[in-house]
């Protein structure tokens, strides 16, 4: 499974989200810190769902880093996040 695979179904599973779109963008930067032959390294993370209601960006943008943390941790040097709720 692939680190955009193992992204998605982590969000989906966990906040149900009404659009959920993960841009690698990894090709953008190469040559830059963090970039591995082989891509999966920088993403943008674009999410709407509900479980955002009522949270502040910096909440929800933590949820969001707190769950992908593992892939953090292991190969993703970089996240891009647009994190909204649904009103």
């Not at 966990?14 to 953008?28: G, K, R, V």
């Not at 929800?60 to 892939?71: F, G, N, S």
């Amino acid at each position: 499974m692939t680190y955009a695979e193992r992204m998605k179904t982590k969000l989906t599973e966990a906040f149900s989200p009404s659009n959920l779109e993960i841009i690698d963008q990894s090709e953008d930067h190469r040559g830059h810190g963090g970039y591995r032959e082989g891509g999966e390294t920088h993403f943008k993370v674009v999410i709407k769902a509900a479980a955002f209601n009522g949270m502040n960006r910096v909440a929800r943008q933590r949820a969001v880093m707190a769950l992908l943390k593992p892939e953090m941790d292991e190969r993703v040097h970089a996240l891009a996040l647009e994190v909204s709720g649904i009103n």
